[in-house]
């Protein structure tokens, strides 16, 4: 957990933290003002945290959504409402950091969502537009369907949904990421499953241009869909602060590809696989007129969603795309050059913590610089919150001389201790990590917190900093 704090004096107030020395057994009324300490982020209690250290920065990671509560996610994306949102299964679901709460805005009886983008202008322009494979899952069907649908303010759902386009898909790789342009049309991929040369009207292979009403832009290279051909099975797409587009791609066998997007360009399968020629079509592999537009870089471990990371939160991935690993585990980071038009490093993370975050599915950016992690997708899937840690004293888990109930409370907490002569300091922080006025009263062992009345329902914290380390318990606030 990370906190920057901010001491200040003035006429009015003075911040002071809450605490006591020892344990006396008589009762003690206290009141503090409220002192103010922001969180970069929040960790969400319940399962030991994760940490992770790169060359200055420690990163912390803690499951915020458990395997209970979501099923096959495979998008997800920072919400203009400050939310987080994901595809899963025949749901869109928005989850609040704040309050803990996932909220459904729509379920189709059939299908599995992939893919997902809002407007650029959203919500004035309420529009979402989302990929569903047809079957259950995604290797179960070989149809995808491209949907639009309304959002309606009253009922805070998606409503009206229109069949952009129907494409067909070979297998698993059904592709399905989408993206926006900087001209407001719609960029999907589509996966090649098979070796299956192009034709005009084939969407497979490709990433396709769409508008937004389903029609095909004027301005694309050809007079369908087609945008850029022959990609083998792109798994995420993302815009580069320039406006150009790169794509993850998955090669053959272990030619795994990330491609900077030109409008027209042929990128090589199923003649080329990576910088290797297949043979399928030697005839093309050794013609001297045969052309196909080279990857900024090759590598070994298959790619997921990707994302350019812009922020200055965690220094060793300022201005550097990262992706998600499937079959094996981790994150691979690539250094793009200034001009956005070469990759001129890359890392790969992996091992140790990272055997428990299998198949990383997708990952999503928060403005504080902070990022959601989609992992283990296929079986007892999670989303994680990845974020700087700059304290390491924080314990993954509640002190096990401490104790607090009830959770959810309403009016007061009740926190039972061990005696001690040592110093203890108790905070109640709010989700953005900003300390809380209130009273509290101690009997021998027993503390009672009495919960402010203008709190809001919703996700809170308590700090207990003992012997210079702290313990963290939520407690939920149900009125």
């Known amino acids: 957990m990370f906190f920057v704090k901010y001491s200040h004096t003035n006429k009015t107030q003075k911040q002071r933290n809450i605490s006591f020395i020892g344990l006396k057994n008589k009762p003690i009324i206290m009141y503090r ?23 200055s920065t420690t990163l912390s990671i803690d499951v915020v959504i458990d395997k209970d509560r979501v099923d096959i996610p495979w998008e997800i994306l920072w919400g203009p409402d400050d939310k987080l949102w994901m595809t899963d299964g025949p749901r869109v679901l928005t989850w609040d950091p704040n309050t803990d709460v996932i909220d459904t805005l ?130 995420g797409m993302c815009i580069l602060p320039n406006g150009s587009i790169v794509v993850s791609e998955h090669g053959q066998s272990a030619n795994n590809e990330i491609n900077l997007l030109v409008p027209g360009e042929n990128y090589g399968w199923p003649v080329w696989d990576g910088t290797t020629c297949t043979e399928l079509y030697l005839d093309s592999c050794t013609s001297p007129t045969y052309e196909n537009h080279l990857a900024l870089t090759t590598f ?33 980071i690539f250094e793009v050059n200034s001009s956005y038009d070469a990759i001129t490093s890359q890392s790969y993370h992996s091992g140790g913590l990272w055997a428990e975050m299998s198949r990383i599915r997708d990952i999503a950016i ?30 993954e888990s509640p002190n096990q001389n401490w104790k607090i109930w009830p959770n959810p409370a ?8 061990a005696k001690t002569n040592t110093e203890l300091e108790i905070t109640l922080l709010d989700i953005h990590g900003r300390s809380i006025a209130f009273d509290y009263s101690q ?24 012997n210079g380390r702290s313990y963290i318990e939520k407690v939920m606030v149900s009125r």
């Open 33 to 55: 003002h409220i002192g103010l300490s922001l969180l970069l982020s929040f960790p969400f209690i319940g399962q030991a945290q994760l940490t992770y250290t790169l060359d």
């Open 106 to 235: 729509l379920e189709r009886p059939y299908g599995n969502g992939l893919g997902m983008t809002l407007h650029p202008n959203f919500p004035i322009t309420p529009l979402l537009f989302v990929v569903f494979d047809t079957g259950h899952y995604y290797a179960n069907s070989a149809q995808c369907e491209l949907m639009r649908f309304e959002f309606d303010p009253i009922q805070q759902r998606f409503i009206n949904d229109t069949t952009l386009l129907t494409y067909f898909h070979g297998g698993e790789h059904s592709g399905g990421r989408l993206v926006f342009d900087t001209t407001g049309n719609l960029l999907l991929t589509t996966a090649d499953y098979w070796p299956v040369l192009d034709s005009l009207g084939f969407n497979q292979g490709k990433i396709l241009r769409i508008a937004i009403d389903g029609s095909v832009p004027s301005d694309n290279p050809t007079a369908d869909y087609t945008w850029t051909r022959d990609h083998r099975n792109p798994q």
């Open 300 to 332: 070994d471990e298959p790619p997921s969603g990707i994302e350019f990371y812009s922020h200055a939160t965690i220094p060793e991935f300022t201005n550097k795309l990262l992706t998600g690993i499937l079959w094996y585990t981790g994150m691979k």
């Open 366 to 395: 928060r403005p504080d610089g902070s990022f959601y992690l989609i992992t283990n997708d296929r079986e007892e899937s999670r989303i994680r919150h990845v974020y700087k840690q700059a304290i390491s004293n924080i314990n």
């Open 410 to 417: 309403k009016d007061i907490v009740h926190l039972s201790t």
């Open 443 to 466: 009997y021998n062992e027993e503390t009672l917190l009495n919960l402010p009345s203008f709190l809001p329902n919703g996700l809170y914290f308590i700090r207990l900093t003992q």
